[in-house]
C-alpha cells in the first residue's frame, strides 16, 4: 500500500531570521551568535536553564524545535533525523583550546553532532528513532528517503528532519516535521523549493 | 575583601553557565546536587576542574568529590584546608 | 522491511590487518590494548588499542602514496580495498558508500601536518574514501557516537528495503586522539587499567582505534549459508546527554522493537554482544536493559577488552566478529572479565566454546542517550 506523506510545518533559522509555514516569527540584527540564541530564548520566553549550559548547535536545535512542537502536536515516537556538513566542529575548536590548560568536561560532552539529538529528546520526552548524518550540503533526496523508510516501515509516524549547520558563528537551520496529515507534499522537490526560497 | 563563599559562588556561576543567577541566590548551606541548585554530574566534573584551577587541588576519586559538593560551606572548608594557590 | 545480508569484510585494528587475523588473535585471547603514557594530558598511565603507523604505511604503500593520507584514511582505504580485491566486478557506479566515525581526522585540529583544513570535515574524508576507488554516488556519511558502526548497517537495509539501494560498502573507522583521550580523561572515564567490563572491579574505558569495512546487499547472495540483519531499532532514552538511563529504557526498547521486526522472541536469541565499555554506568544500565529484556541467560560478551573503546567503529567490528561467531558456531570469551559486578545477574561468556548459533543480537549504546539493538539471523 502506498502511503503518502507531507510536511506538516516548518522552521527556518538564517541570518538574524526565523520563519515557519505561516510567517516571519522573530527578526534580528544581531550578529553575535550568543547574544542572538539569547534574545530568541528571551523572546519565546523559553524557562528552560539547561538551555545554557548547551553549545550553539544544541541551542539551535532547541529554539527550532521548540517553535515546531509549541505550534504542533507530536507523538512520542517522532523521529529525529538531522544533518549537517561542520558536524561539532565549532564545539570541537572550543573543546581542543581548553585541553591548552584543562580540558573542560561540558564542552567535551557536546564534541558530537548527535548530543542535540538528546538534548531534543530530554526537553521534549522523546524516545524515538535518531540519526545524525554529515554531508557537503542539505540533500533533500537523501533526507526524503531515509525519512520514508522509517515512516513505511512504521519505525516511526512522524519525522523531524531537516538541517542544522553551524560554523564560524554562522547558522543555517531547517527542520521539518513529516506526518501522514494532508498537506505540502513530502517530496525532493518541495523540500528543496522550502531550503533555498529566500525569506520574505 | 572578598570572602571564599562569594568568590566560589561567582565562580561556580559563571564556569556552570547558572544564567541570571547571584551570588545571593545561592545559600552557603544550600545542597548544590539534587534538590537544590540541581546541578549533574557534568557540573560535577566542571567542579573538580575549578578546584584543580582556581585552587589548584587535584581530585581523582569521586566519592571524594561527593562528599566535598554537599553544599558552598563544605566546599570553602575543603578549599581553606588544602588549598595550594 | 527487507533483510540485509552481510558479505566479505575487512577489519583494520592492532589485532592485525585482515579479519582472518583478527579473529584468531581474539580465539587466542590476546589484546591489542598496550601501556600508553600521555603526561601532557594526564599524570596516570592508560592502555590504549592503537595501530602502530610503520606496519600500517607499509601495508599502505601497496595501494596508495603514505604520505597523501591521514593516518584514519590508510586504516580506511585499507579495508575497503580488501573487499574490492574480493570483488572485482563490483559496480562502483551503483554502489552505495555508508561511512560511519565520530570524530574522523580530529587529530589534525591539533597537528594539521600538511592536511588542508577542509580534511577535518567528514563529508571531505567521506570523499577522499569515494574517489580513492572510484565511488560514484554521494557518500553516506553517520556520526551519531558510538552506534554508529551498526547504525550504518541499519541505514543501508532501510534504504534498501524501499528500493533506494541495491548494495553498499558500510566501512567505519576512528581513532586514539589526544582529542579523545583529554576528552574522556577530563570525564575521569579513563581506566587506569586495561578495561574490564562487567567486572566488579571495572573503573572505566580503554580507548582503541579501528577500522573495518563490510559488503551488504539486499538480494539474497547465492551462497548456502548467510548472515542477514533482519530487526534493527534505536531508541533515546530521553534522560541525559552523557549518562545512560538508570532502567534502561533506551535500550530495552530497542531490542523490544528490534525482536519484533524479527518476529522472533528473547528466547530465540542464541548470543548477545554487547556494548561492554566498562564504565562503571554504562554495564549497570546494559544490566538493567538485559534483564528487563529476559536475556539474563543468554550468553554475552563484550569486545572491548580485545580492542578497547573504538567509537565510531566499534558496533561495526562487533557485527562482523558477531558473523563469524555464527558462521563458525563459536562463541569468544568476555576479556577481562573477573567478578560479576552489575546488580542483574548476565550469562558472561568466560571460556571460547561451541554453539549452534541461529539467531544474535548486537547491542550499542552511546553519548546523547542512543542505543541501538540490531538481530542478525543465520540462513
Same mark, same amino acid.
Given at each position: 500500500?502506498?502511503?503518502?506523506?507531507? *510536511?506538516?510545518?516548518?522552521?527556518?533559522?538564517?541570518?538574524?531570521?526565523?520563519?515557519?509555514?505561516?510567517?516571519?516569527?522573530?527578526?534580528?540584527?544581531?550578529?553575535?551568535?550568543?547574544?542572538?540564541?539569547?534574545?530568541?530564548?528571551?523572546?519565546?520566553?523559553?524557562?528552560?536553564?539547561?538551555?545554557?549550559?548547551?553549545?550553539?548547535?544544541?541551542?539551535?536545535?532547541?529554539?527550532?524545535?521548540?517553535?515546531?512542537?509549541?505550534?504542533?502536536?507530536?507523538?512520542?515516537?517522532?523521529?529525529?533525523?538531522?544533518?549537517?556538513?561542520?558536524?561539532?566542529?565549532?564545539?570541537?575548536?572550543?573543546?581542543?583550546?581548553?585541553?591548552?590548560?584543562?580540558?573542560?568536561?561540558?564542552?567535551?560532552?557536546?564534541?558530537?553532532?548527535?548530543?542535540?539529538?538528546?538534548? *531534543?529528546? *530530554?526537553?521534549?520526552?522523546?524516545?524515538?528513532?535518531?540519526?545524525?548524518?554529515?554531508?557537503?550540503?542539505?540533500?533533500?533526496?537523501?533526507?526524503?528517503?531515509?525519512?520514508?523508510?522509517?515512516?513505511?516501515?512504521?519505525?516511526?509516524?512522524?519525522?523531524?528532519?531537516?538541517?542544522?549547520?553551524?560554523?564560524?558563528?554562522?547558522?543555517?537551520?531547517?527542520?521539518?516535521?513529516?506526518?501522514?496529515? *494532508?498537506?505540502?507534499?513530502?517530496?525532493?522537490?518541495?523540500?528543496?523549493?522550502?531550503?533555498?526560497?529566500?525569506?520574505? | 575583601?572578598?570572602?571564599?563563599?562569594?568568590?566560589?559562588?561567582?565562580?561556580?556561576? +559563571?564556569?556552570?553557565?547558572? +544564567?541570571?543567577? +547571584?551570588?545571593?541566590?545561592?545559600?552557603?548551606? +544550600?545542597?548544590?546536587? @539534587?534538590? @537544590?541548585? @540541581?546541578?549533574?554530574?557534568?557540573?560535577?566534573?566542571?567542579?573538580?576542574?575549578?578546584?584543580?584551577?582556581?585552587? @589548584?587541588?587535584?581530585?581523582?576519586?569521586?566519592?571524594?568529590?561527593?562528599?566535598?559538593?554537599?553544599?558552598?560551606?563544605?566546599?570553602?572548608?575543603?578549599?581553606?584546608?588544602?588549598?595550594?594557590? | 522491511?527487507?533483510?540485509?545480508?552481510?558479505?566479505?569484510?575487512?577489519?583494520?585494528?592492532?589485532?592485525?590487518?585482515?579479519?582472518?587475523?583478527?579473529?584468531?588473535?581474539?580465539?587466542?585471547?590476546?589484546?591489542?590494548?598496550?601501556?600508553?603514557?600521555?603526561?601532557?594530558?594526564?599524570?596516570?598511565?592508560?592502555?590504549?588499542?592503537?595501530?602502530?603507523?610503520?606496519?600500517?604505511?607499509?601495508?599502505?604503500?601497496?595501494?596508495?602514496?603514505?604520505?597523501?593520507?591521514?593516518?584514519?584514511?590508510?586504516?580506511?582505504?585499507?579495508?575497503?580495498?580488501?573487499?574490492?580485491?574480493?570483488?572485482?566486478?563490483?559496480?562502483?557506479?551503483?554502489?552505495?558508500?555508508?561511512?560511519?566515525?565520530?570524530?574522523?581526522?580530529?587529530?589534525?585540529?591539533?597537528?594539521?601536518?600538511?592536511?588542508?583544513?577542509?580534511?577535518?570535515?567528514?563529508?571531505?574524508?567521506?570523499?577522499?574514501?569515494?574517489?580513492?576507488?572510484?565511488?560514484?554516488?554521494?557518500?553516506?556519511?553517520?556520526?551519531?557516537?558510538?552506534?554508529?558502526?551498526?547504525?550504518?548497517?541499519?541505514?543501508?537495509?532501510?534504504?534498501?528495503?524501499?528500493?533506494?539501494?541495491?548494495?553498499?560498502?558500510?566501512?567505519?573507522?576512528?581513532?586514539?586522539?589526544?582529542?579523545?583521550?583529554?576528552?574522556?580523561?577530563?570525564?575521569?572515564?579513563?581506566?587506569?587499567?586495561?578495561?574490564?567490563?562487567?567486572?566488579?572491579?571495572?573503573?572505566?574505558?580503554?580507548?582503541?582505534?579501528?577500522?573495518?569495512?563490510?559488503?551488504?546487499?539486499?538480494?539474497?547472495?547465492?551462497?548456502?549459508?548467510?548472515?542477514?540483519?533482519?530487526?534493527?531499532?534505536?531508541?533515546?532514552?530521553?534522560?541525559?546527554?552523557?549518562?545512560?538511563?538508570?532502567?534502561?529504557?533506551?535500550?530495552?526498547?530497542?531490542?523490544?522493537?528490534?525482536?519484533?521486526?524479527?518476529?522472533?522472541?528473547?528466547?530465540?536469541?542464541?548470543?548477545?554482544?554487547?556494548?561492554?565499555?566498562?564504565?562503571?554506568?554504562?554495564?549497570?544500565?546494559?544490566?538493567?536493559?538485559?534483564?528487563?529484556?529476559?536475556?539474563?541467560?543468554?550468553?554475552?560478551?563484550?569486545?572491548?577488552?580485545?580492542?578497547?573503546?573504538?567509537?565510531?567503529?566499534?558496533?561495526?567490528?562487533?557485527?562482523?566478529?558477531?558473523?563469524?561467531?555464527?558462521?563458525?558456531?563459536?562463541?569468544?570469551?568476555?576479556?577481562?572479565?573477573?567478578?560479576?559486578?552489575?546488580?542483574?545477574?548476565?550469562?558472561?561468556?568466560?571460556?571460547?566454546?561451541?554453539?549452534?548459533?541461529?539467531?544474535?543480537?548486537?547491542?550499542?549504546?552511546?553519548?546523547?542517550?542512543?542505543?541501538?539493538?540490531?538481530?542478525?539471523?543465520?540462513?
Amino acid at each position: 500500500m502506498q502511503q503518502d506523506f507531507y *510536511i506538516k510545518d516548518w522552521v527556518k533559522i538564517k541570518d538574524g531570521k526565523i520563519s515557519n509555514s505561516k510567517s516571519e516569527i522573530f527578526n534580528s540584527s544581531e550578529k553575535n551568535l550568543d547574544f542572538f540564541l539569547k534574545s530568541v530564548y528571551d523572546f519565546l520566553e523559553l524557562k528552560y536553564p539547561k538551555f545554557h549550559k548547551m553549545d550553539g548547535l544544541s541551542k539551535l536545535g532547541i529554539l527550532g524545535t521548540e517553535i515546531l512542537f509549541r505550534e504542533n502536536s507530536i507523538s512520542t515516537d517522532t523521529a529525529l533525523i538531522l544533518s549537517n556538513n561542520a558536524s561539532s566542529l565549532e564545539t570541537d575548536r572550543q573543546f581542543q583550546e581548553s585541553t591548552k590548560t584543562f580540558a573542560s568536561p561540558a564542552l567535551f560532552v557536546y564534541t558530537l553532532p548527535n548530543i542535540v539529538l538528546g538534548e *531534543i529528546s *530530554i526537553k521534549f520526552k522523546l524516545q524515538s528513532e535518531n540519526a545524525f548524518f554529515i554531508a557537503e550540503s542539505f540533500n533533500a533526496e537523501f533526507l526524503k528517503n531515509y525519512s520514508e523508510s522509517l515512516l513505511t516501515s512504521g519505525k516511526s509516524s512522524e519525522v523531524l528532519c531537516g538541517w542544522l549547520n553551524l560554523q564560524n558563528g554562522e547558522y543555517d537551520v531547517f527542520l521539518c516535521l513529516i506526518s501522514s496529515e *494532508i498537506n505540502i507534499s513530502f517530496s525532493e522537490e518541495c523540500l528543496k523549493n522550502l531550503y533555498f526560497a529566500e525569506n520574505d | 575583601m572578598i570572602n571564599l563563599q562569594t568568590e566560589l559562588k561567582e565562580s561556580i556561576i +559563571e564556569q556552570l553557565n547558572l +544564567e541570571d543567577m +547571584e551570588p545571593a541566590d545561592i545559600g552557603n548551606d +544550600e545542597p548544590l546536587f @539534587g534538590d @537544590g541548585l @540541581g546541578l549533574d554530574s557534568i557540573d560535577a566534573l566542571e567542579l573538580i576542574v575549578l578546584l584543580e584551577k582556581d585552587y @589548584g587541588i587535584k581530585l581523582t576519586d569521586p566519592a571524594q568529590s561527593r562528599e566535598i559538593f554537599v553544599s558552598i560551606n563544605r566546599m570553602a572548608e575543603f578549599i581553606e584546608a588544602n588549598r595550594t594557590k | 522491511m527487507k533483510k540485509l545480508y552481510l558479505l566479505d569484510d575487512a577489519i583494520i585494528s592492532p589485532l592485525g590487518f585482515s579479519t582472518e587475523e583478527n579473529i584468531s588473535a581474539i580465539r587466542e585471547g590476546k589484546s591489542g590494548l598496550q601501556l600508553q603514557q600521555k603526561p601532557e594530558i594526564t599524570e596516570n598511565s592508560f592502555y590504549a588499542g592503537i595501530i602502530d603507523e610503520s606496519p600500517l604505511n607499509d601495508a599502505f604503500k601497496a595501494i596508495g602514496y603514505p604520505k597523501k593520507y591521514t593516518k584514519l584514511e590508510k586504516m580506511m582505504l585499507l579495508a575497503v580495498q580488501q573487499i574490492l580485491n574480493k570483488n572485482p566486478n563490483l559496480n562502483l557506479a551503483e554502489t552505495a558508500l555508508v561511512i560511519t566515525t565520530t570524530k574522523g581526522n580530529i587529530n589534525l585540529l591539533k597537528d594539521p601536518g600538511n592536511f588542508p583544513e577542509i580534511r577535518l570535515k567528514l563529508s571531505e574524508l567521506g570523499q577522499v574514501i569515494a574517489n580513492f576507488f572510484g565511488f560514484v554516488l554521494k557518500p553516506i556519511i553517520v556520526s551519531n557516537a558510538c552506534i554508529s558502526g551498526g547504525l550504518g548497517l541499519a541505514v543501508a537495509r532501510r534504504l534498501g528495503s524501499i528500493g533506494k539501494l541495491k548494495n553498499a560498502l558500510v566501512v567505519g573507522g576512528d581513532l586514539v586522539s589526544d582529542f579523545v583521550v583529554s576528552g574522556f580523561n577530563s570525564f575521569q572515564a579513563l581506566s587506569q587499567e586495561a578495561c574490564k567490563p562487567y567486572s566488579r572491579d571495572r573503573n572505566g574505558i580503554s580507548l582503541g582505534e579501528a577500522a573495518a569495512a563490510i559488503l551488504v546487499i539486499i538480494d539474497k547472495p547465492e551462497s548456502s549459508r548467510n548472515i542477514a540483519l533482519i530487526g534493527d531499532s534505536t531508541v533515546n532514552d530521553a534522560n541525559h546527554i552523557s549518562g545512560p538511563s538508570r532502567t534502561g529504557e533506551g535500550l530495552y526498547q530497542s531490542i523490544q522493537k528490534a525482536l519484533k521486526e524479527a518476529s522472533i522472541s528473547t528466547t530465540e536469541i542464541d548470543f548477545l554482544s554487547a556494548h561492554g565499555t566498562a564504565t562503571i554506568y554504562n554495564d549497570e544500565m546494559e544490566s538493567m536493559a538485559f534483564h528487563r529484556s529476559g536475556l539474563q541467560n543468554t550468553p554475552l560478551h563484550s569486545l572491548k577488552g580485545y580492542y578497547g573503546h573504538t567509537l565510531g567503529a566499534s558496533a561495526l567490528i562487533e557485527s562482523i566478529v558477531t558473523k563469524h561467531s555464527m558462521l563458525k558456531n563459536h562463541l569468544y570469551s568476555s576479556k577481562n572479565f573477573g567478578e560479576l559486578g552489575v546488580s542483574k545477574s548476565l550469562n558472561i561468556i568466560q571460556q571460547n566454546g561451541e554453539k549452534q548459533i541461529n539467531y544474535a543480537l548486537k547491542t550499542a549504546s552511546g553519548f546523547g542517550g542512543c542505543n541501538l539493538a540490531l538481530v542478525f539471523k543465520k540462513e
